[in-house]
Structure formats: C-alpha cells, structure tokens
C-alpha cells in the first residue's frame, strides 16, 4: 500500500529535523522546492565564494549603514585570515550583535540600495558571510556609536588571490572616471574599487592592525572634549573608533584595540603612542596620487658612466648589527638617562651604513 502523501517526509524530517531533510515538498519528475534554510545556505555559497567578495559585502554593508570612514584591518597565519572592520555608521544594538547574522534581518525595510555589485539590502549579506566563514561576530557596536566587526575565514574554504600585496593601477573608465584597469582582484583591488565608487560619501582605509590604529588614533574626530574625559567612567561609553584616540597610555591602547579585534603587542603600541608607526593615507588618495605621481614623471636621462656598485649587507647580518649596536647604546642609556623607543634601525646605502637611533618622547 503506497504511502499517503508526504508521510515519509513528515516522517523522516521529525526523526532527522531541518538538516537531515532538505526538500519541502517533491513535485515528481525530479523536481522538489527546497526548504527555505537549504535554499538560503546555496544563496549563502554564490554570493560569497571569495574573501574579497566577503569583504565587499561588509564595504557595502558599513556604508549603508552611514559610515563616513572606514577602516579595514587585515591579517593571515597559516590557512587562517583574520579581517577586522571598523566604521563610524549608525551602530547594532547590543540584542541584535547575533542576529544580524541571521538570513533577512536588515534594518532597511523600506528601502534597497543598488549599485554596481547589484542589490544591497535584502538582509542576506553577513548571512552569506558567516556561512562561509569559521567564524563572524560583533565585537563592538551600539547605536550612534559605529562598529567592529571580526571575521576569520580559512583559505582551504573560501579562496583568496595569491597576490594579496599588489596595488592595481589606476585608469578612465568610459565615463572618464577614474577606476582599476590592472593588478590582481585581491583585497586590495576590492577596497580601492569600493573606495573610488565611494568617493566623497566614505573614505577606506586598509593596513594591517597597528596601522589602522594609528590611523584612527591619529584622524579621529572626538566628539567629547579631553577635559570632559576625566568625568566618563569606561572608555566604552564614546564612539568605537574614538576609543582608540582617548587612550591615554600605550597599555589602554592596546586593551582597547583588542577589544574592537585588533590584537596587537604592548610594544606595538608604545611605538604607535610614540609616532613611530605612522598613519595610513585613505585608499583612494594613495591610489589616484601614486597614478599621477607615475604619470608626471617624465622619462630619466640614464647615466653610463655612473659606478653604481655598492655595499651589499645580508638581512641576518643587518639584524645581528642592529642588536649589537642596542646593547653597545648602553653606554649613553646609563651615563644620560636615556631609553630607546625601539631597535637602532640600520641603513645601508652604496659606501655608507647609517645607524639611527630613536629616542623615546619623555627623554
């Protein structure tokens, strides 16, 4: 005796649930309507399938949000990338930091935004993202208050170009706009391609995590003035990227920029408080000056006659040289109490060799 219709179904999806049964309904000639969950998770897989796609669903994602500038943080060890966002837009509130994760949660309900990518605003984008992802969070983010957002992927998952170090030159489109003619599609690429569409309505920053907070330390704006600092009782009541500005010392750097992800050692971030790591230009202003820069300059008379042989010095050997003229500063450190703000950097340039040491701000 056949069974009645979808008893089978109905029997195998209470004894296996949602996962172990994807079809709704089988319509017969090979055909079945999957059930929604399965159907998101396949959408999930095309509109990701690449860091660089991840990473310009949470570009677009922060822009429709309001975000004036952002700053995209971003590292890798082993198989492992960790990508770190911040911006200044209209903030998550704190029950909705897991939720927005969720397939059609959007806060645009009234409205979508299209651009060159297609449609932004269906409530699938950080969906697609954690479904591809190891793993996706909030780290930080209130209203009115901007957010961070963390996402590790692992390259064995979602690909990644090879090349993610070259910058892609800049060329008119036929619009006469400037755009991206060549270089690989890395992140790169896909920042300065977000960045030069989004010109005037965001600026993009992009470095690694000691650079993008020495970009934010350093641009900015605060919004509450030093003296009305003294009166605020965690440093978590001002805007996410604020934080970083209002650190006061290079241990509280450090703890606030890994509580908006970005970790980083205590002795990093005393040669951020220092100056000695200096703050990154915005994506579209490196890009559209290192074009022009190549653009101006003419062809160079080349000199023949010129010897150009040189000294040449290993990188261990530099390293070594470095370390010994460290413990030999010594001498001054004691005698003229002095502290050294970082490694003696040595410059090795045709018959000369230069030592540099800097010095600490309080001496």
């Known amino acids: ?168 030159s800049v060329g008119v489109d036929d619009d006469g706009r400037d755009a991206c003619v060549r270089g690989p599609h890395n992140i790169v690429r896909t920042c300065c391609e977000f960045a030069l569409e989004e010109r005037g309505t965001c600026e993009v920053y992009l470095g690694s995590p000691a650079e993008v907070v020495a970009t934010a330390r350093a641009r900015a704006r605060q919004s509450v003035d030093g003296s009305d600092l003294l009166f605020i009782d965690s440093l978590d009541q001002l805007p996410v990227i604020e934080r970083l500005r209002a650190a006061a010392d290079a241990r509280e750097l450090r703890e606030q920029a890994a509580s908006l992800g970005l970790e980083m050692s205590e002795r990093t971030a005393h040669r951020i408080v220092s100056g000695q790591i200096r703050p990154l230009r915005s994506v579209a202003s490196r890009l559209t000056r290192t074009s022009e820069d190549l653009g101006s300059a003419g062809p160079r008379e080349v000199d023949l006659v010129r010897d150009r042989r040189g000294l040449r010095v290993a990188p261990d050997d530099v390293d070594e040289f470095s370390r010994v003229m460290e413990r030999d500063f010594a001498l001054l450190a004691d005698r003229y109490y002095l502290t050294l703000a970082g490694e003696p950097r040595v410059r090795v340039t045709g018959s000369r060799v230069t030592v540099t040491f800097d010095l600490a701000p309080s001496d």
């Open 1 to 168: 005796m056949a069974d009645a219709p979808g008893g089978l179904a109905d029997f195998v999806s209470t004894m296996g649930g949602d996962r172990a049964l994807r079809v709704e309904e089988s319509l017969g000639g090979g055909f079945v309507r999957l059930r929604v969950a399965e159907a998101e998770r396949r959408q999930a897989k095309h509109d990701v399938r690449c860091v660089e796609d991840a990473v310009m669903e949470m570009l677009r994602n922060a822009r429709d949000a309001g975000a004036r500038h952002i700053y995209v943080a971003t590292t890798r060890e082993g198989d492992l990338r960790t990508t770190t966002m911040l911006d200044d837009g209209s903030g998550i509130p704190a029950d909705m930091h897991e939720r927005v994760f969720e397939a059609r949660v959007t806060s645009k309900l009234e409205s979508v935004h299209m651009d060159r990518w297609g449609i932004h605003g269906r409530g699938m984008a950080l969906f697609s993202i954690k479904e591809n992802a190891v793993s996706a969070e909030v780290v930080s983010s209130a209203p009115g208050k901007g957010s961070a957002l963390r996402v590790v992927t692992d390259v064995n998952a979602l690909p990644e170009r090879a090349d993610q170090s070259s910058w892609p």
